[in-house]
């Protein structure tokens, strides 16, 4: 089966400081990239699409210039959160694609604390 | 807006008992609907249904899609503690980017 790697699975940081979340499809090449958030006792809420050489298409409420997402290559894809907060903590997965109309495979998510 | 409601939200149950949970949408452009299984980590794939009245079954879980009632139902007998998890179902369009959109997950627990 495909499989993906996101790292790092957990991450704690201080408020102002940046942290970079990598997601990689080991077999498979992803052409579309998402980018999901979980908060606790909530679903996942897509936070952007991203193609890989193009810019990222983020969800309403989602700030673009806080949640910067590169997709350099169809094998991996970053997403940086700028000046975290507190209230950035939470769940982030990343969810690549290889085709249309083929079952979307998630990373293992990235736990962020923010102190 | 799309939407997707999972009922119930939680539910509790003794090993061996046969549990059933809904999902239902109102989503524009339906093209499929994927149930997945969320224990610690990330969701992991369990079924993808596109057509209504199939059943799709893998060992103890079944799945099936209505697109008459916008809805589907996953079934799981025998249940053990190890399908304690979160069950999602999500919607998935037909055209355009891939997006899926998430229910609210169902809770499940297996007391032994």
């Known amino acids: 089966g495909a499989v993906v790697s996101q790292h790092p699975s957990w991450v704690i940081c201080k408020s102002g400081t940046s942290v970079k979340i990598e997601c990689r499809s080991l077999d498979f090449q992803a052409t579309t990239m998402f980018w999901y958030r979980q908060f606790p006792k909530q679903s996942l809420m897509l936070m952007a699409t991203s193609n890989e050489g193009s810019k990222a298409t983020y969800e309403q409420g989602v700030e673009k210039d806080k949640f910067l997402i590169n997709h350099a290559s169809l094998t991996l894809s970053t997403l940086t959160v700028t000046s975290a907060h507190p209230e950035d903590s939470s769940f982030y997965i990343c969810?690549?694609?290889?085709?249309?109309?083929?079952?979307?495979?998630f990373g293992n998510g990235t736990r962020l604390t923010v102190t | 807006e799309d939407k997707v409601v999972q009922s119930p939200l939680s539910l509790v149950v003794h090993e061996g008992d046969t549990v059933t949970l809904n999902c239902s949408y109102e989503?524009?452009?339906?093209?499929?609907l994927l149930w997945y299984k969320q224990e610690k980590k990330a969701p992991t794939f369990l079924f993808m249904l596109t057509s209504s009245g199939i059943e799709k079954k893998s060992g103890r879980l079944s799945s099936i899609l209505d697109k008459k009632e916008l809805s589907s139902i996953l079934n799981i007998t025998a249940t053990q503690t190890g399908d304690s998890a979160i069950y999602l179902c999500a919607t998935l369009p037909y055209f355009g980017n891939e997006k899926l959109t998430f229910g609210t997950g169902t809770r499940l627990t297996i007391i032994p």
């Open positions: 989503v524009t452009n339906f093209r499929s």
């Open positions: 969810s690549p694609q290889e085709g249309s109309n083929s079952p979307l495979h």
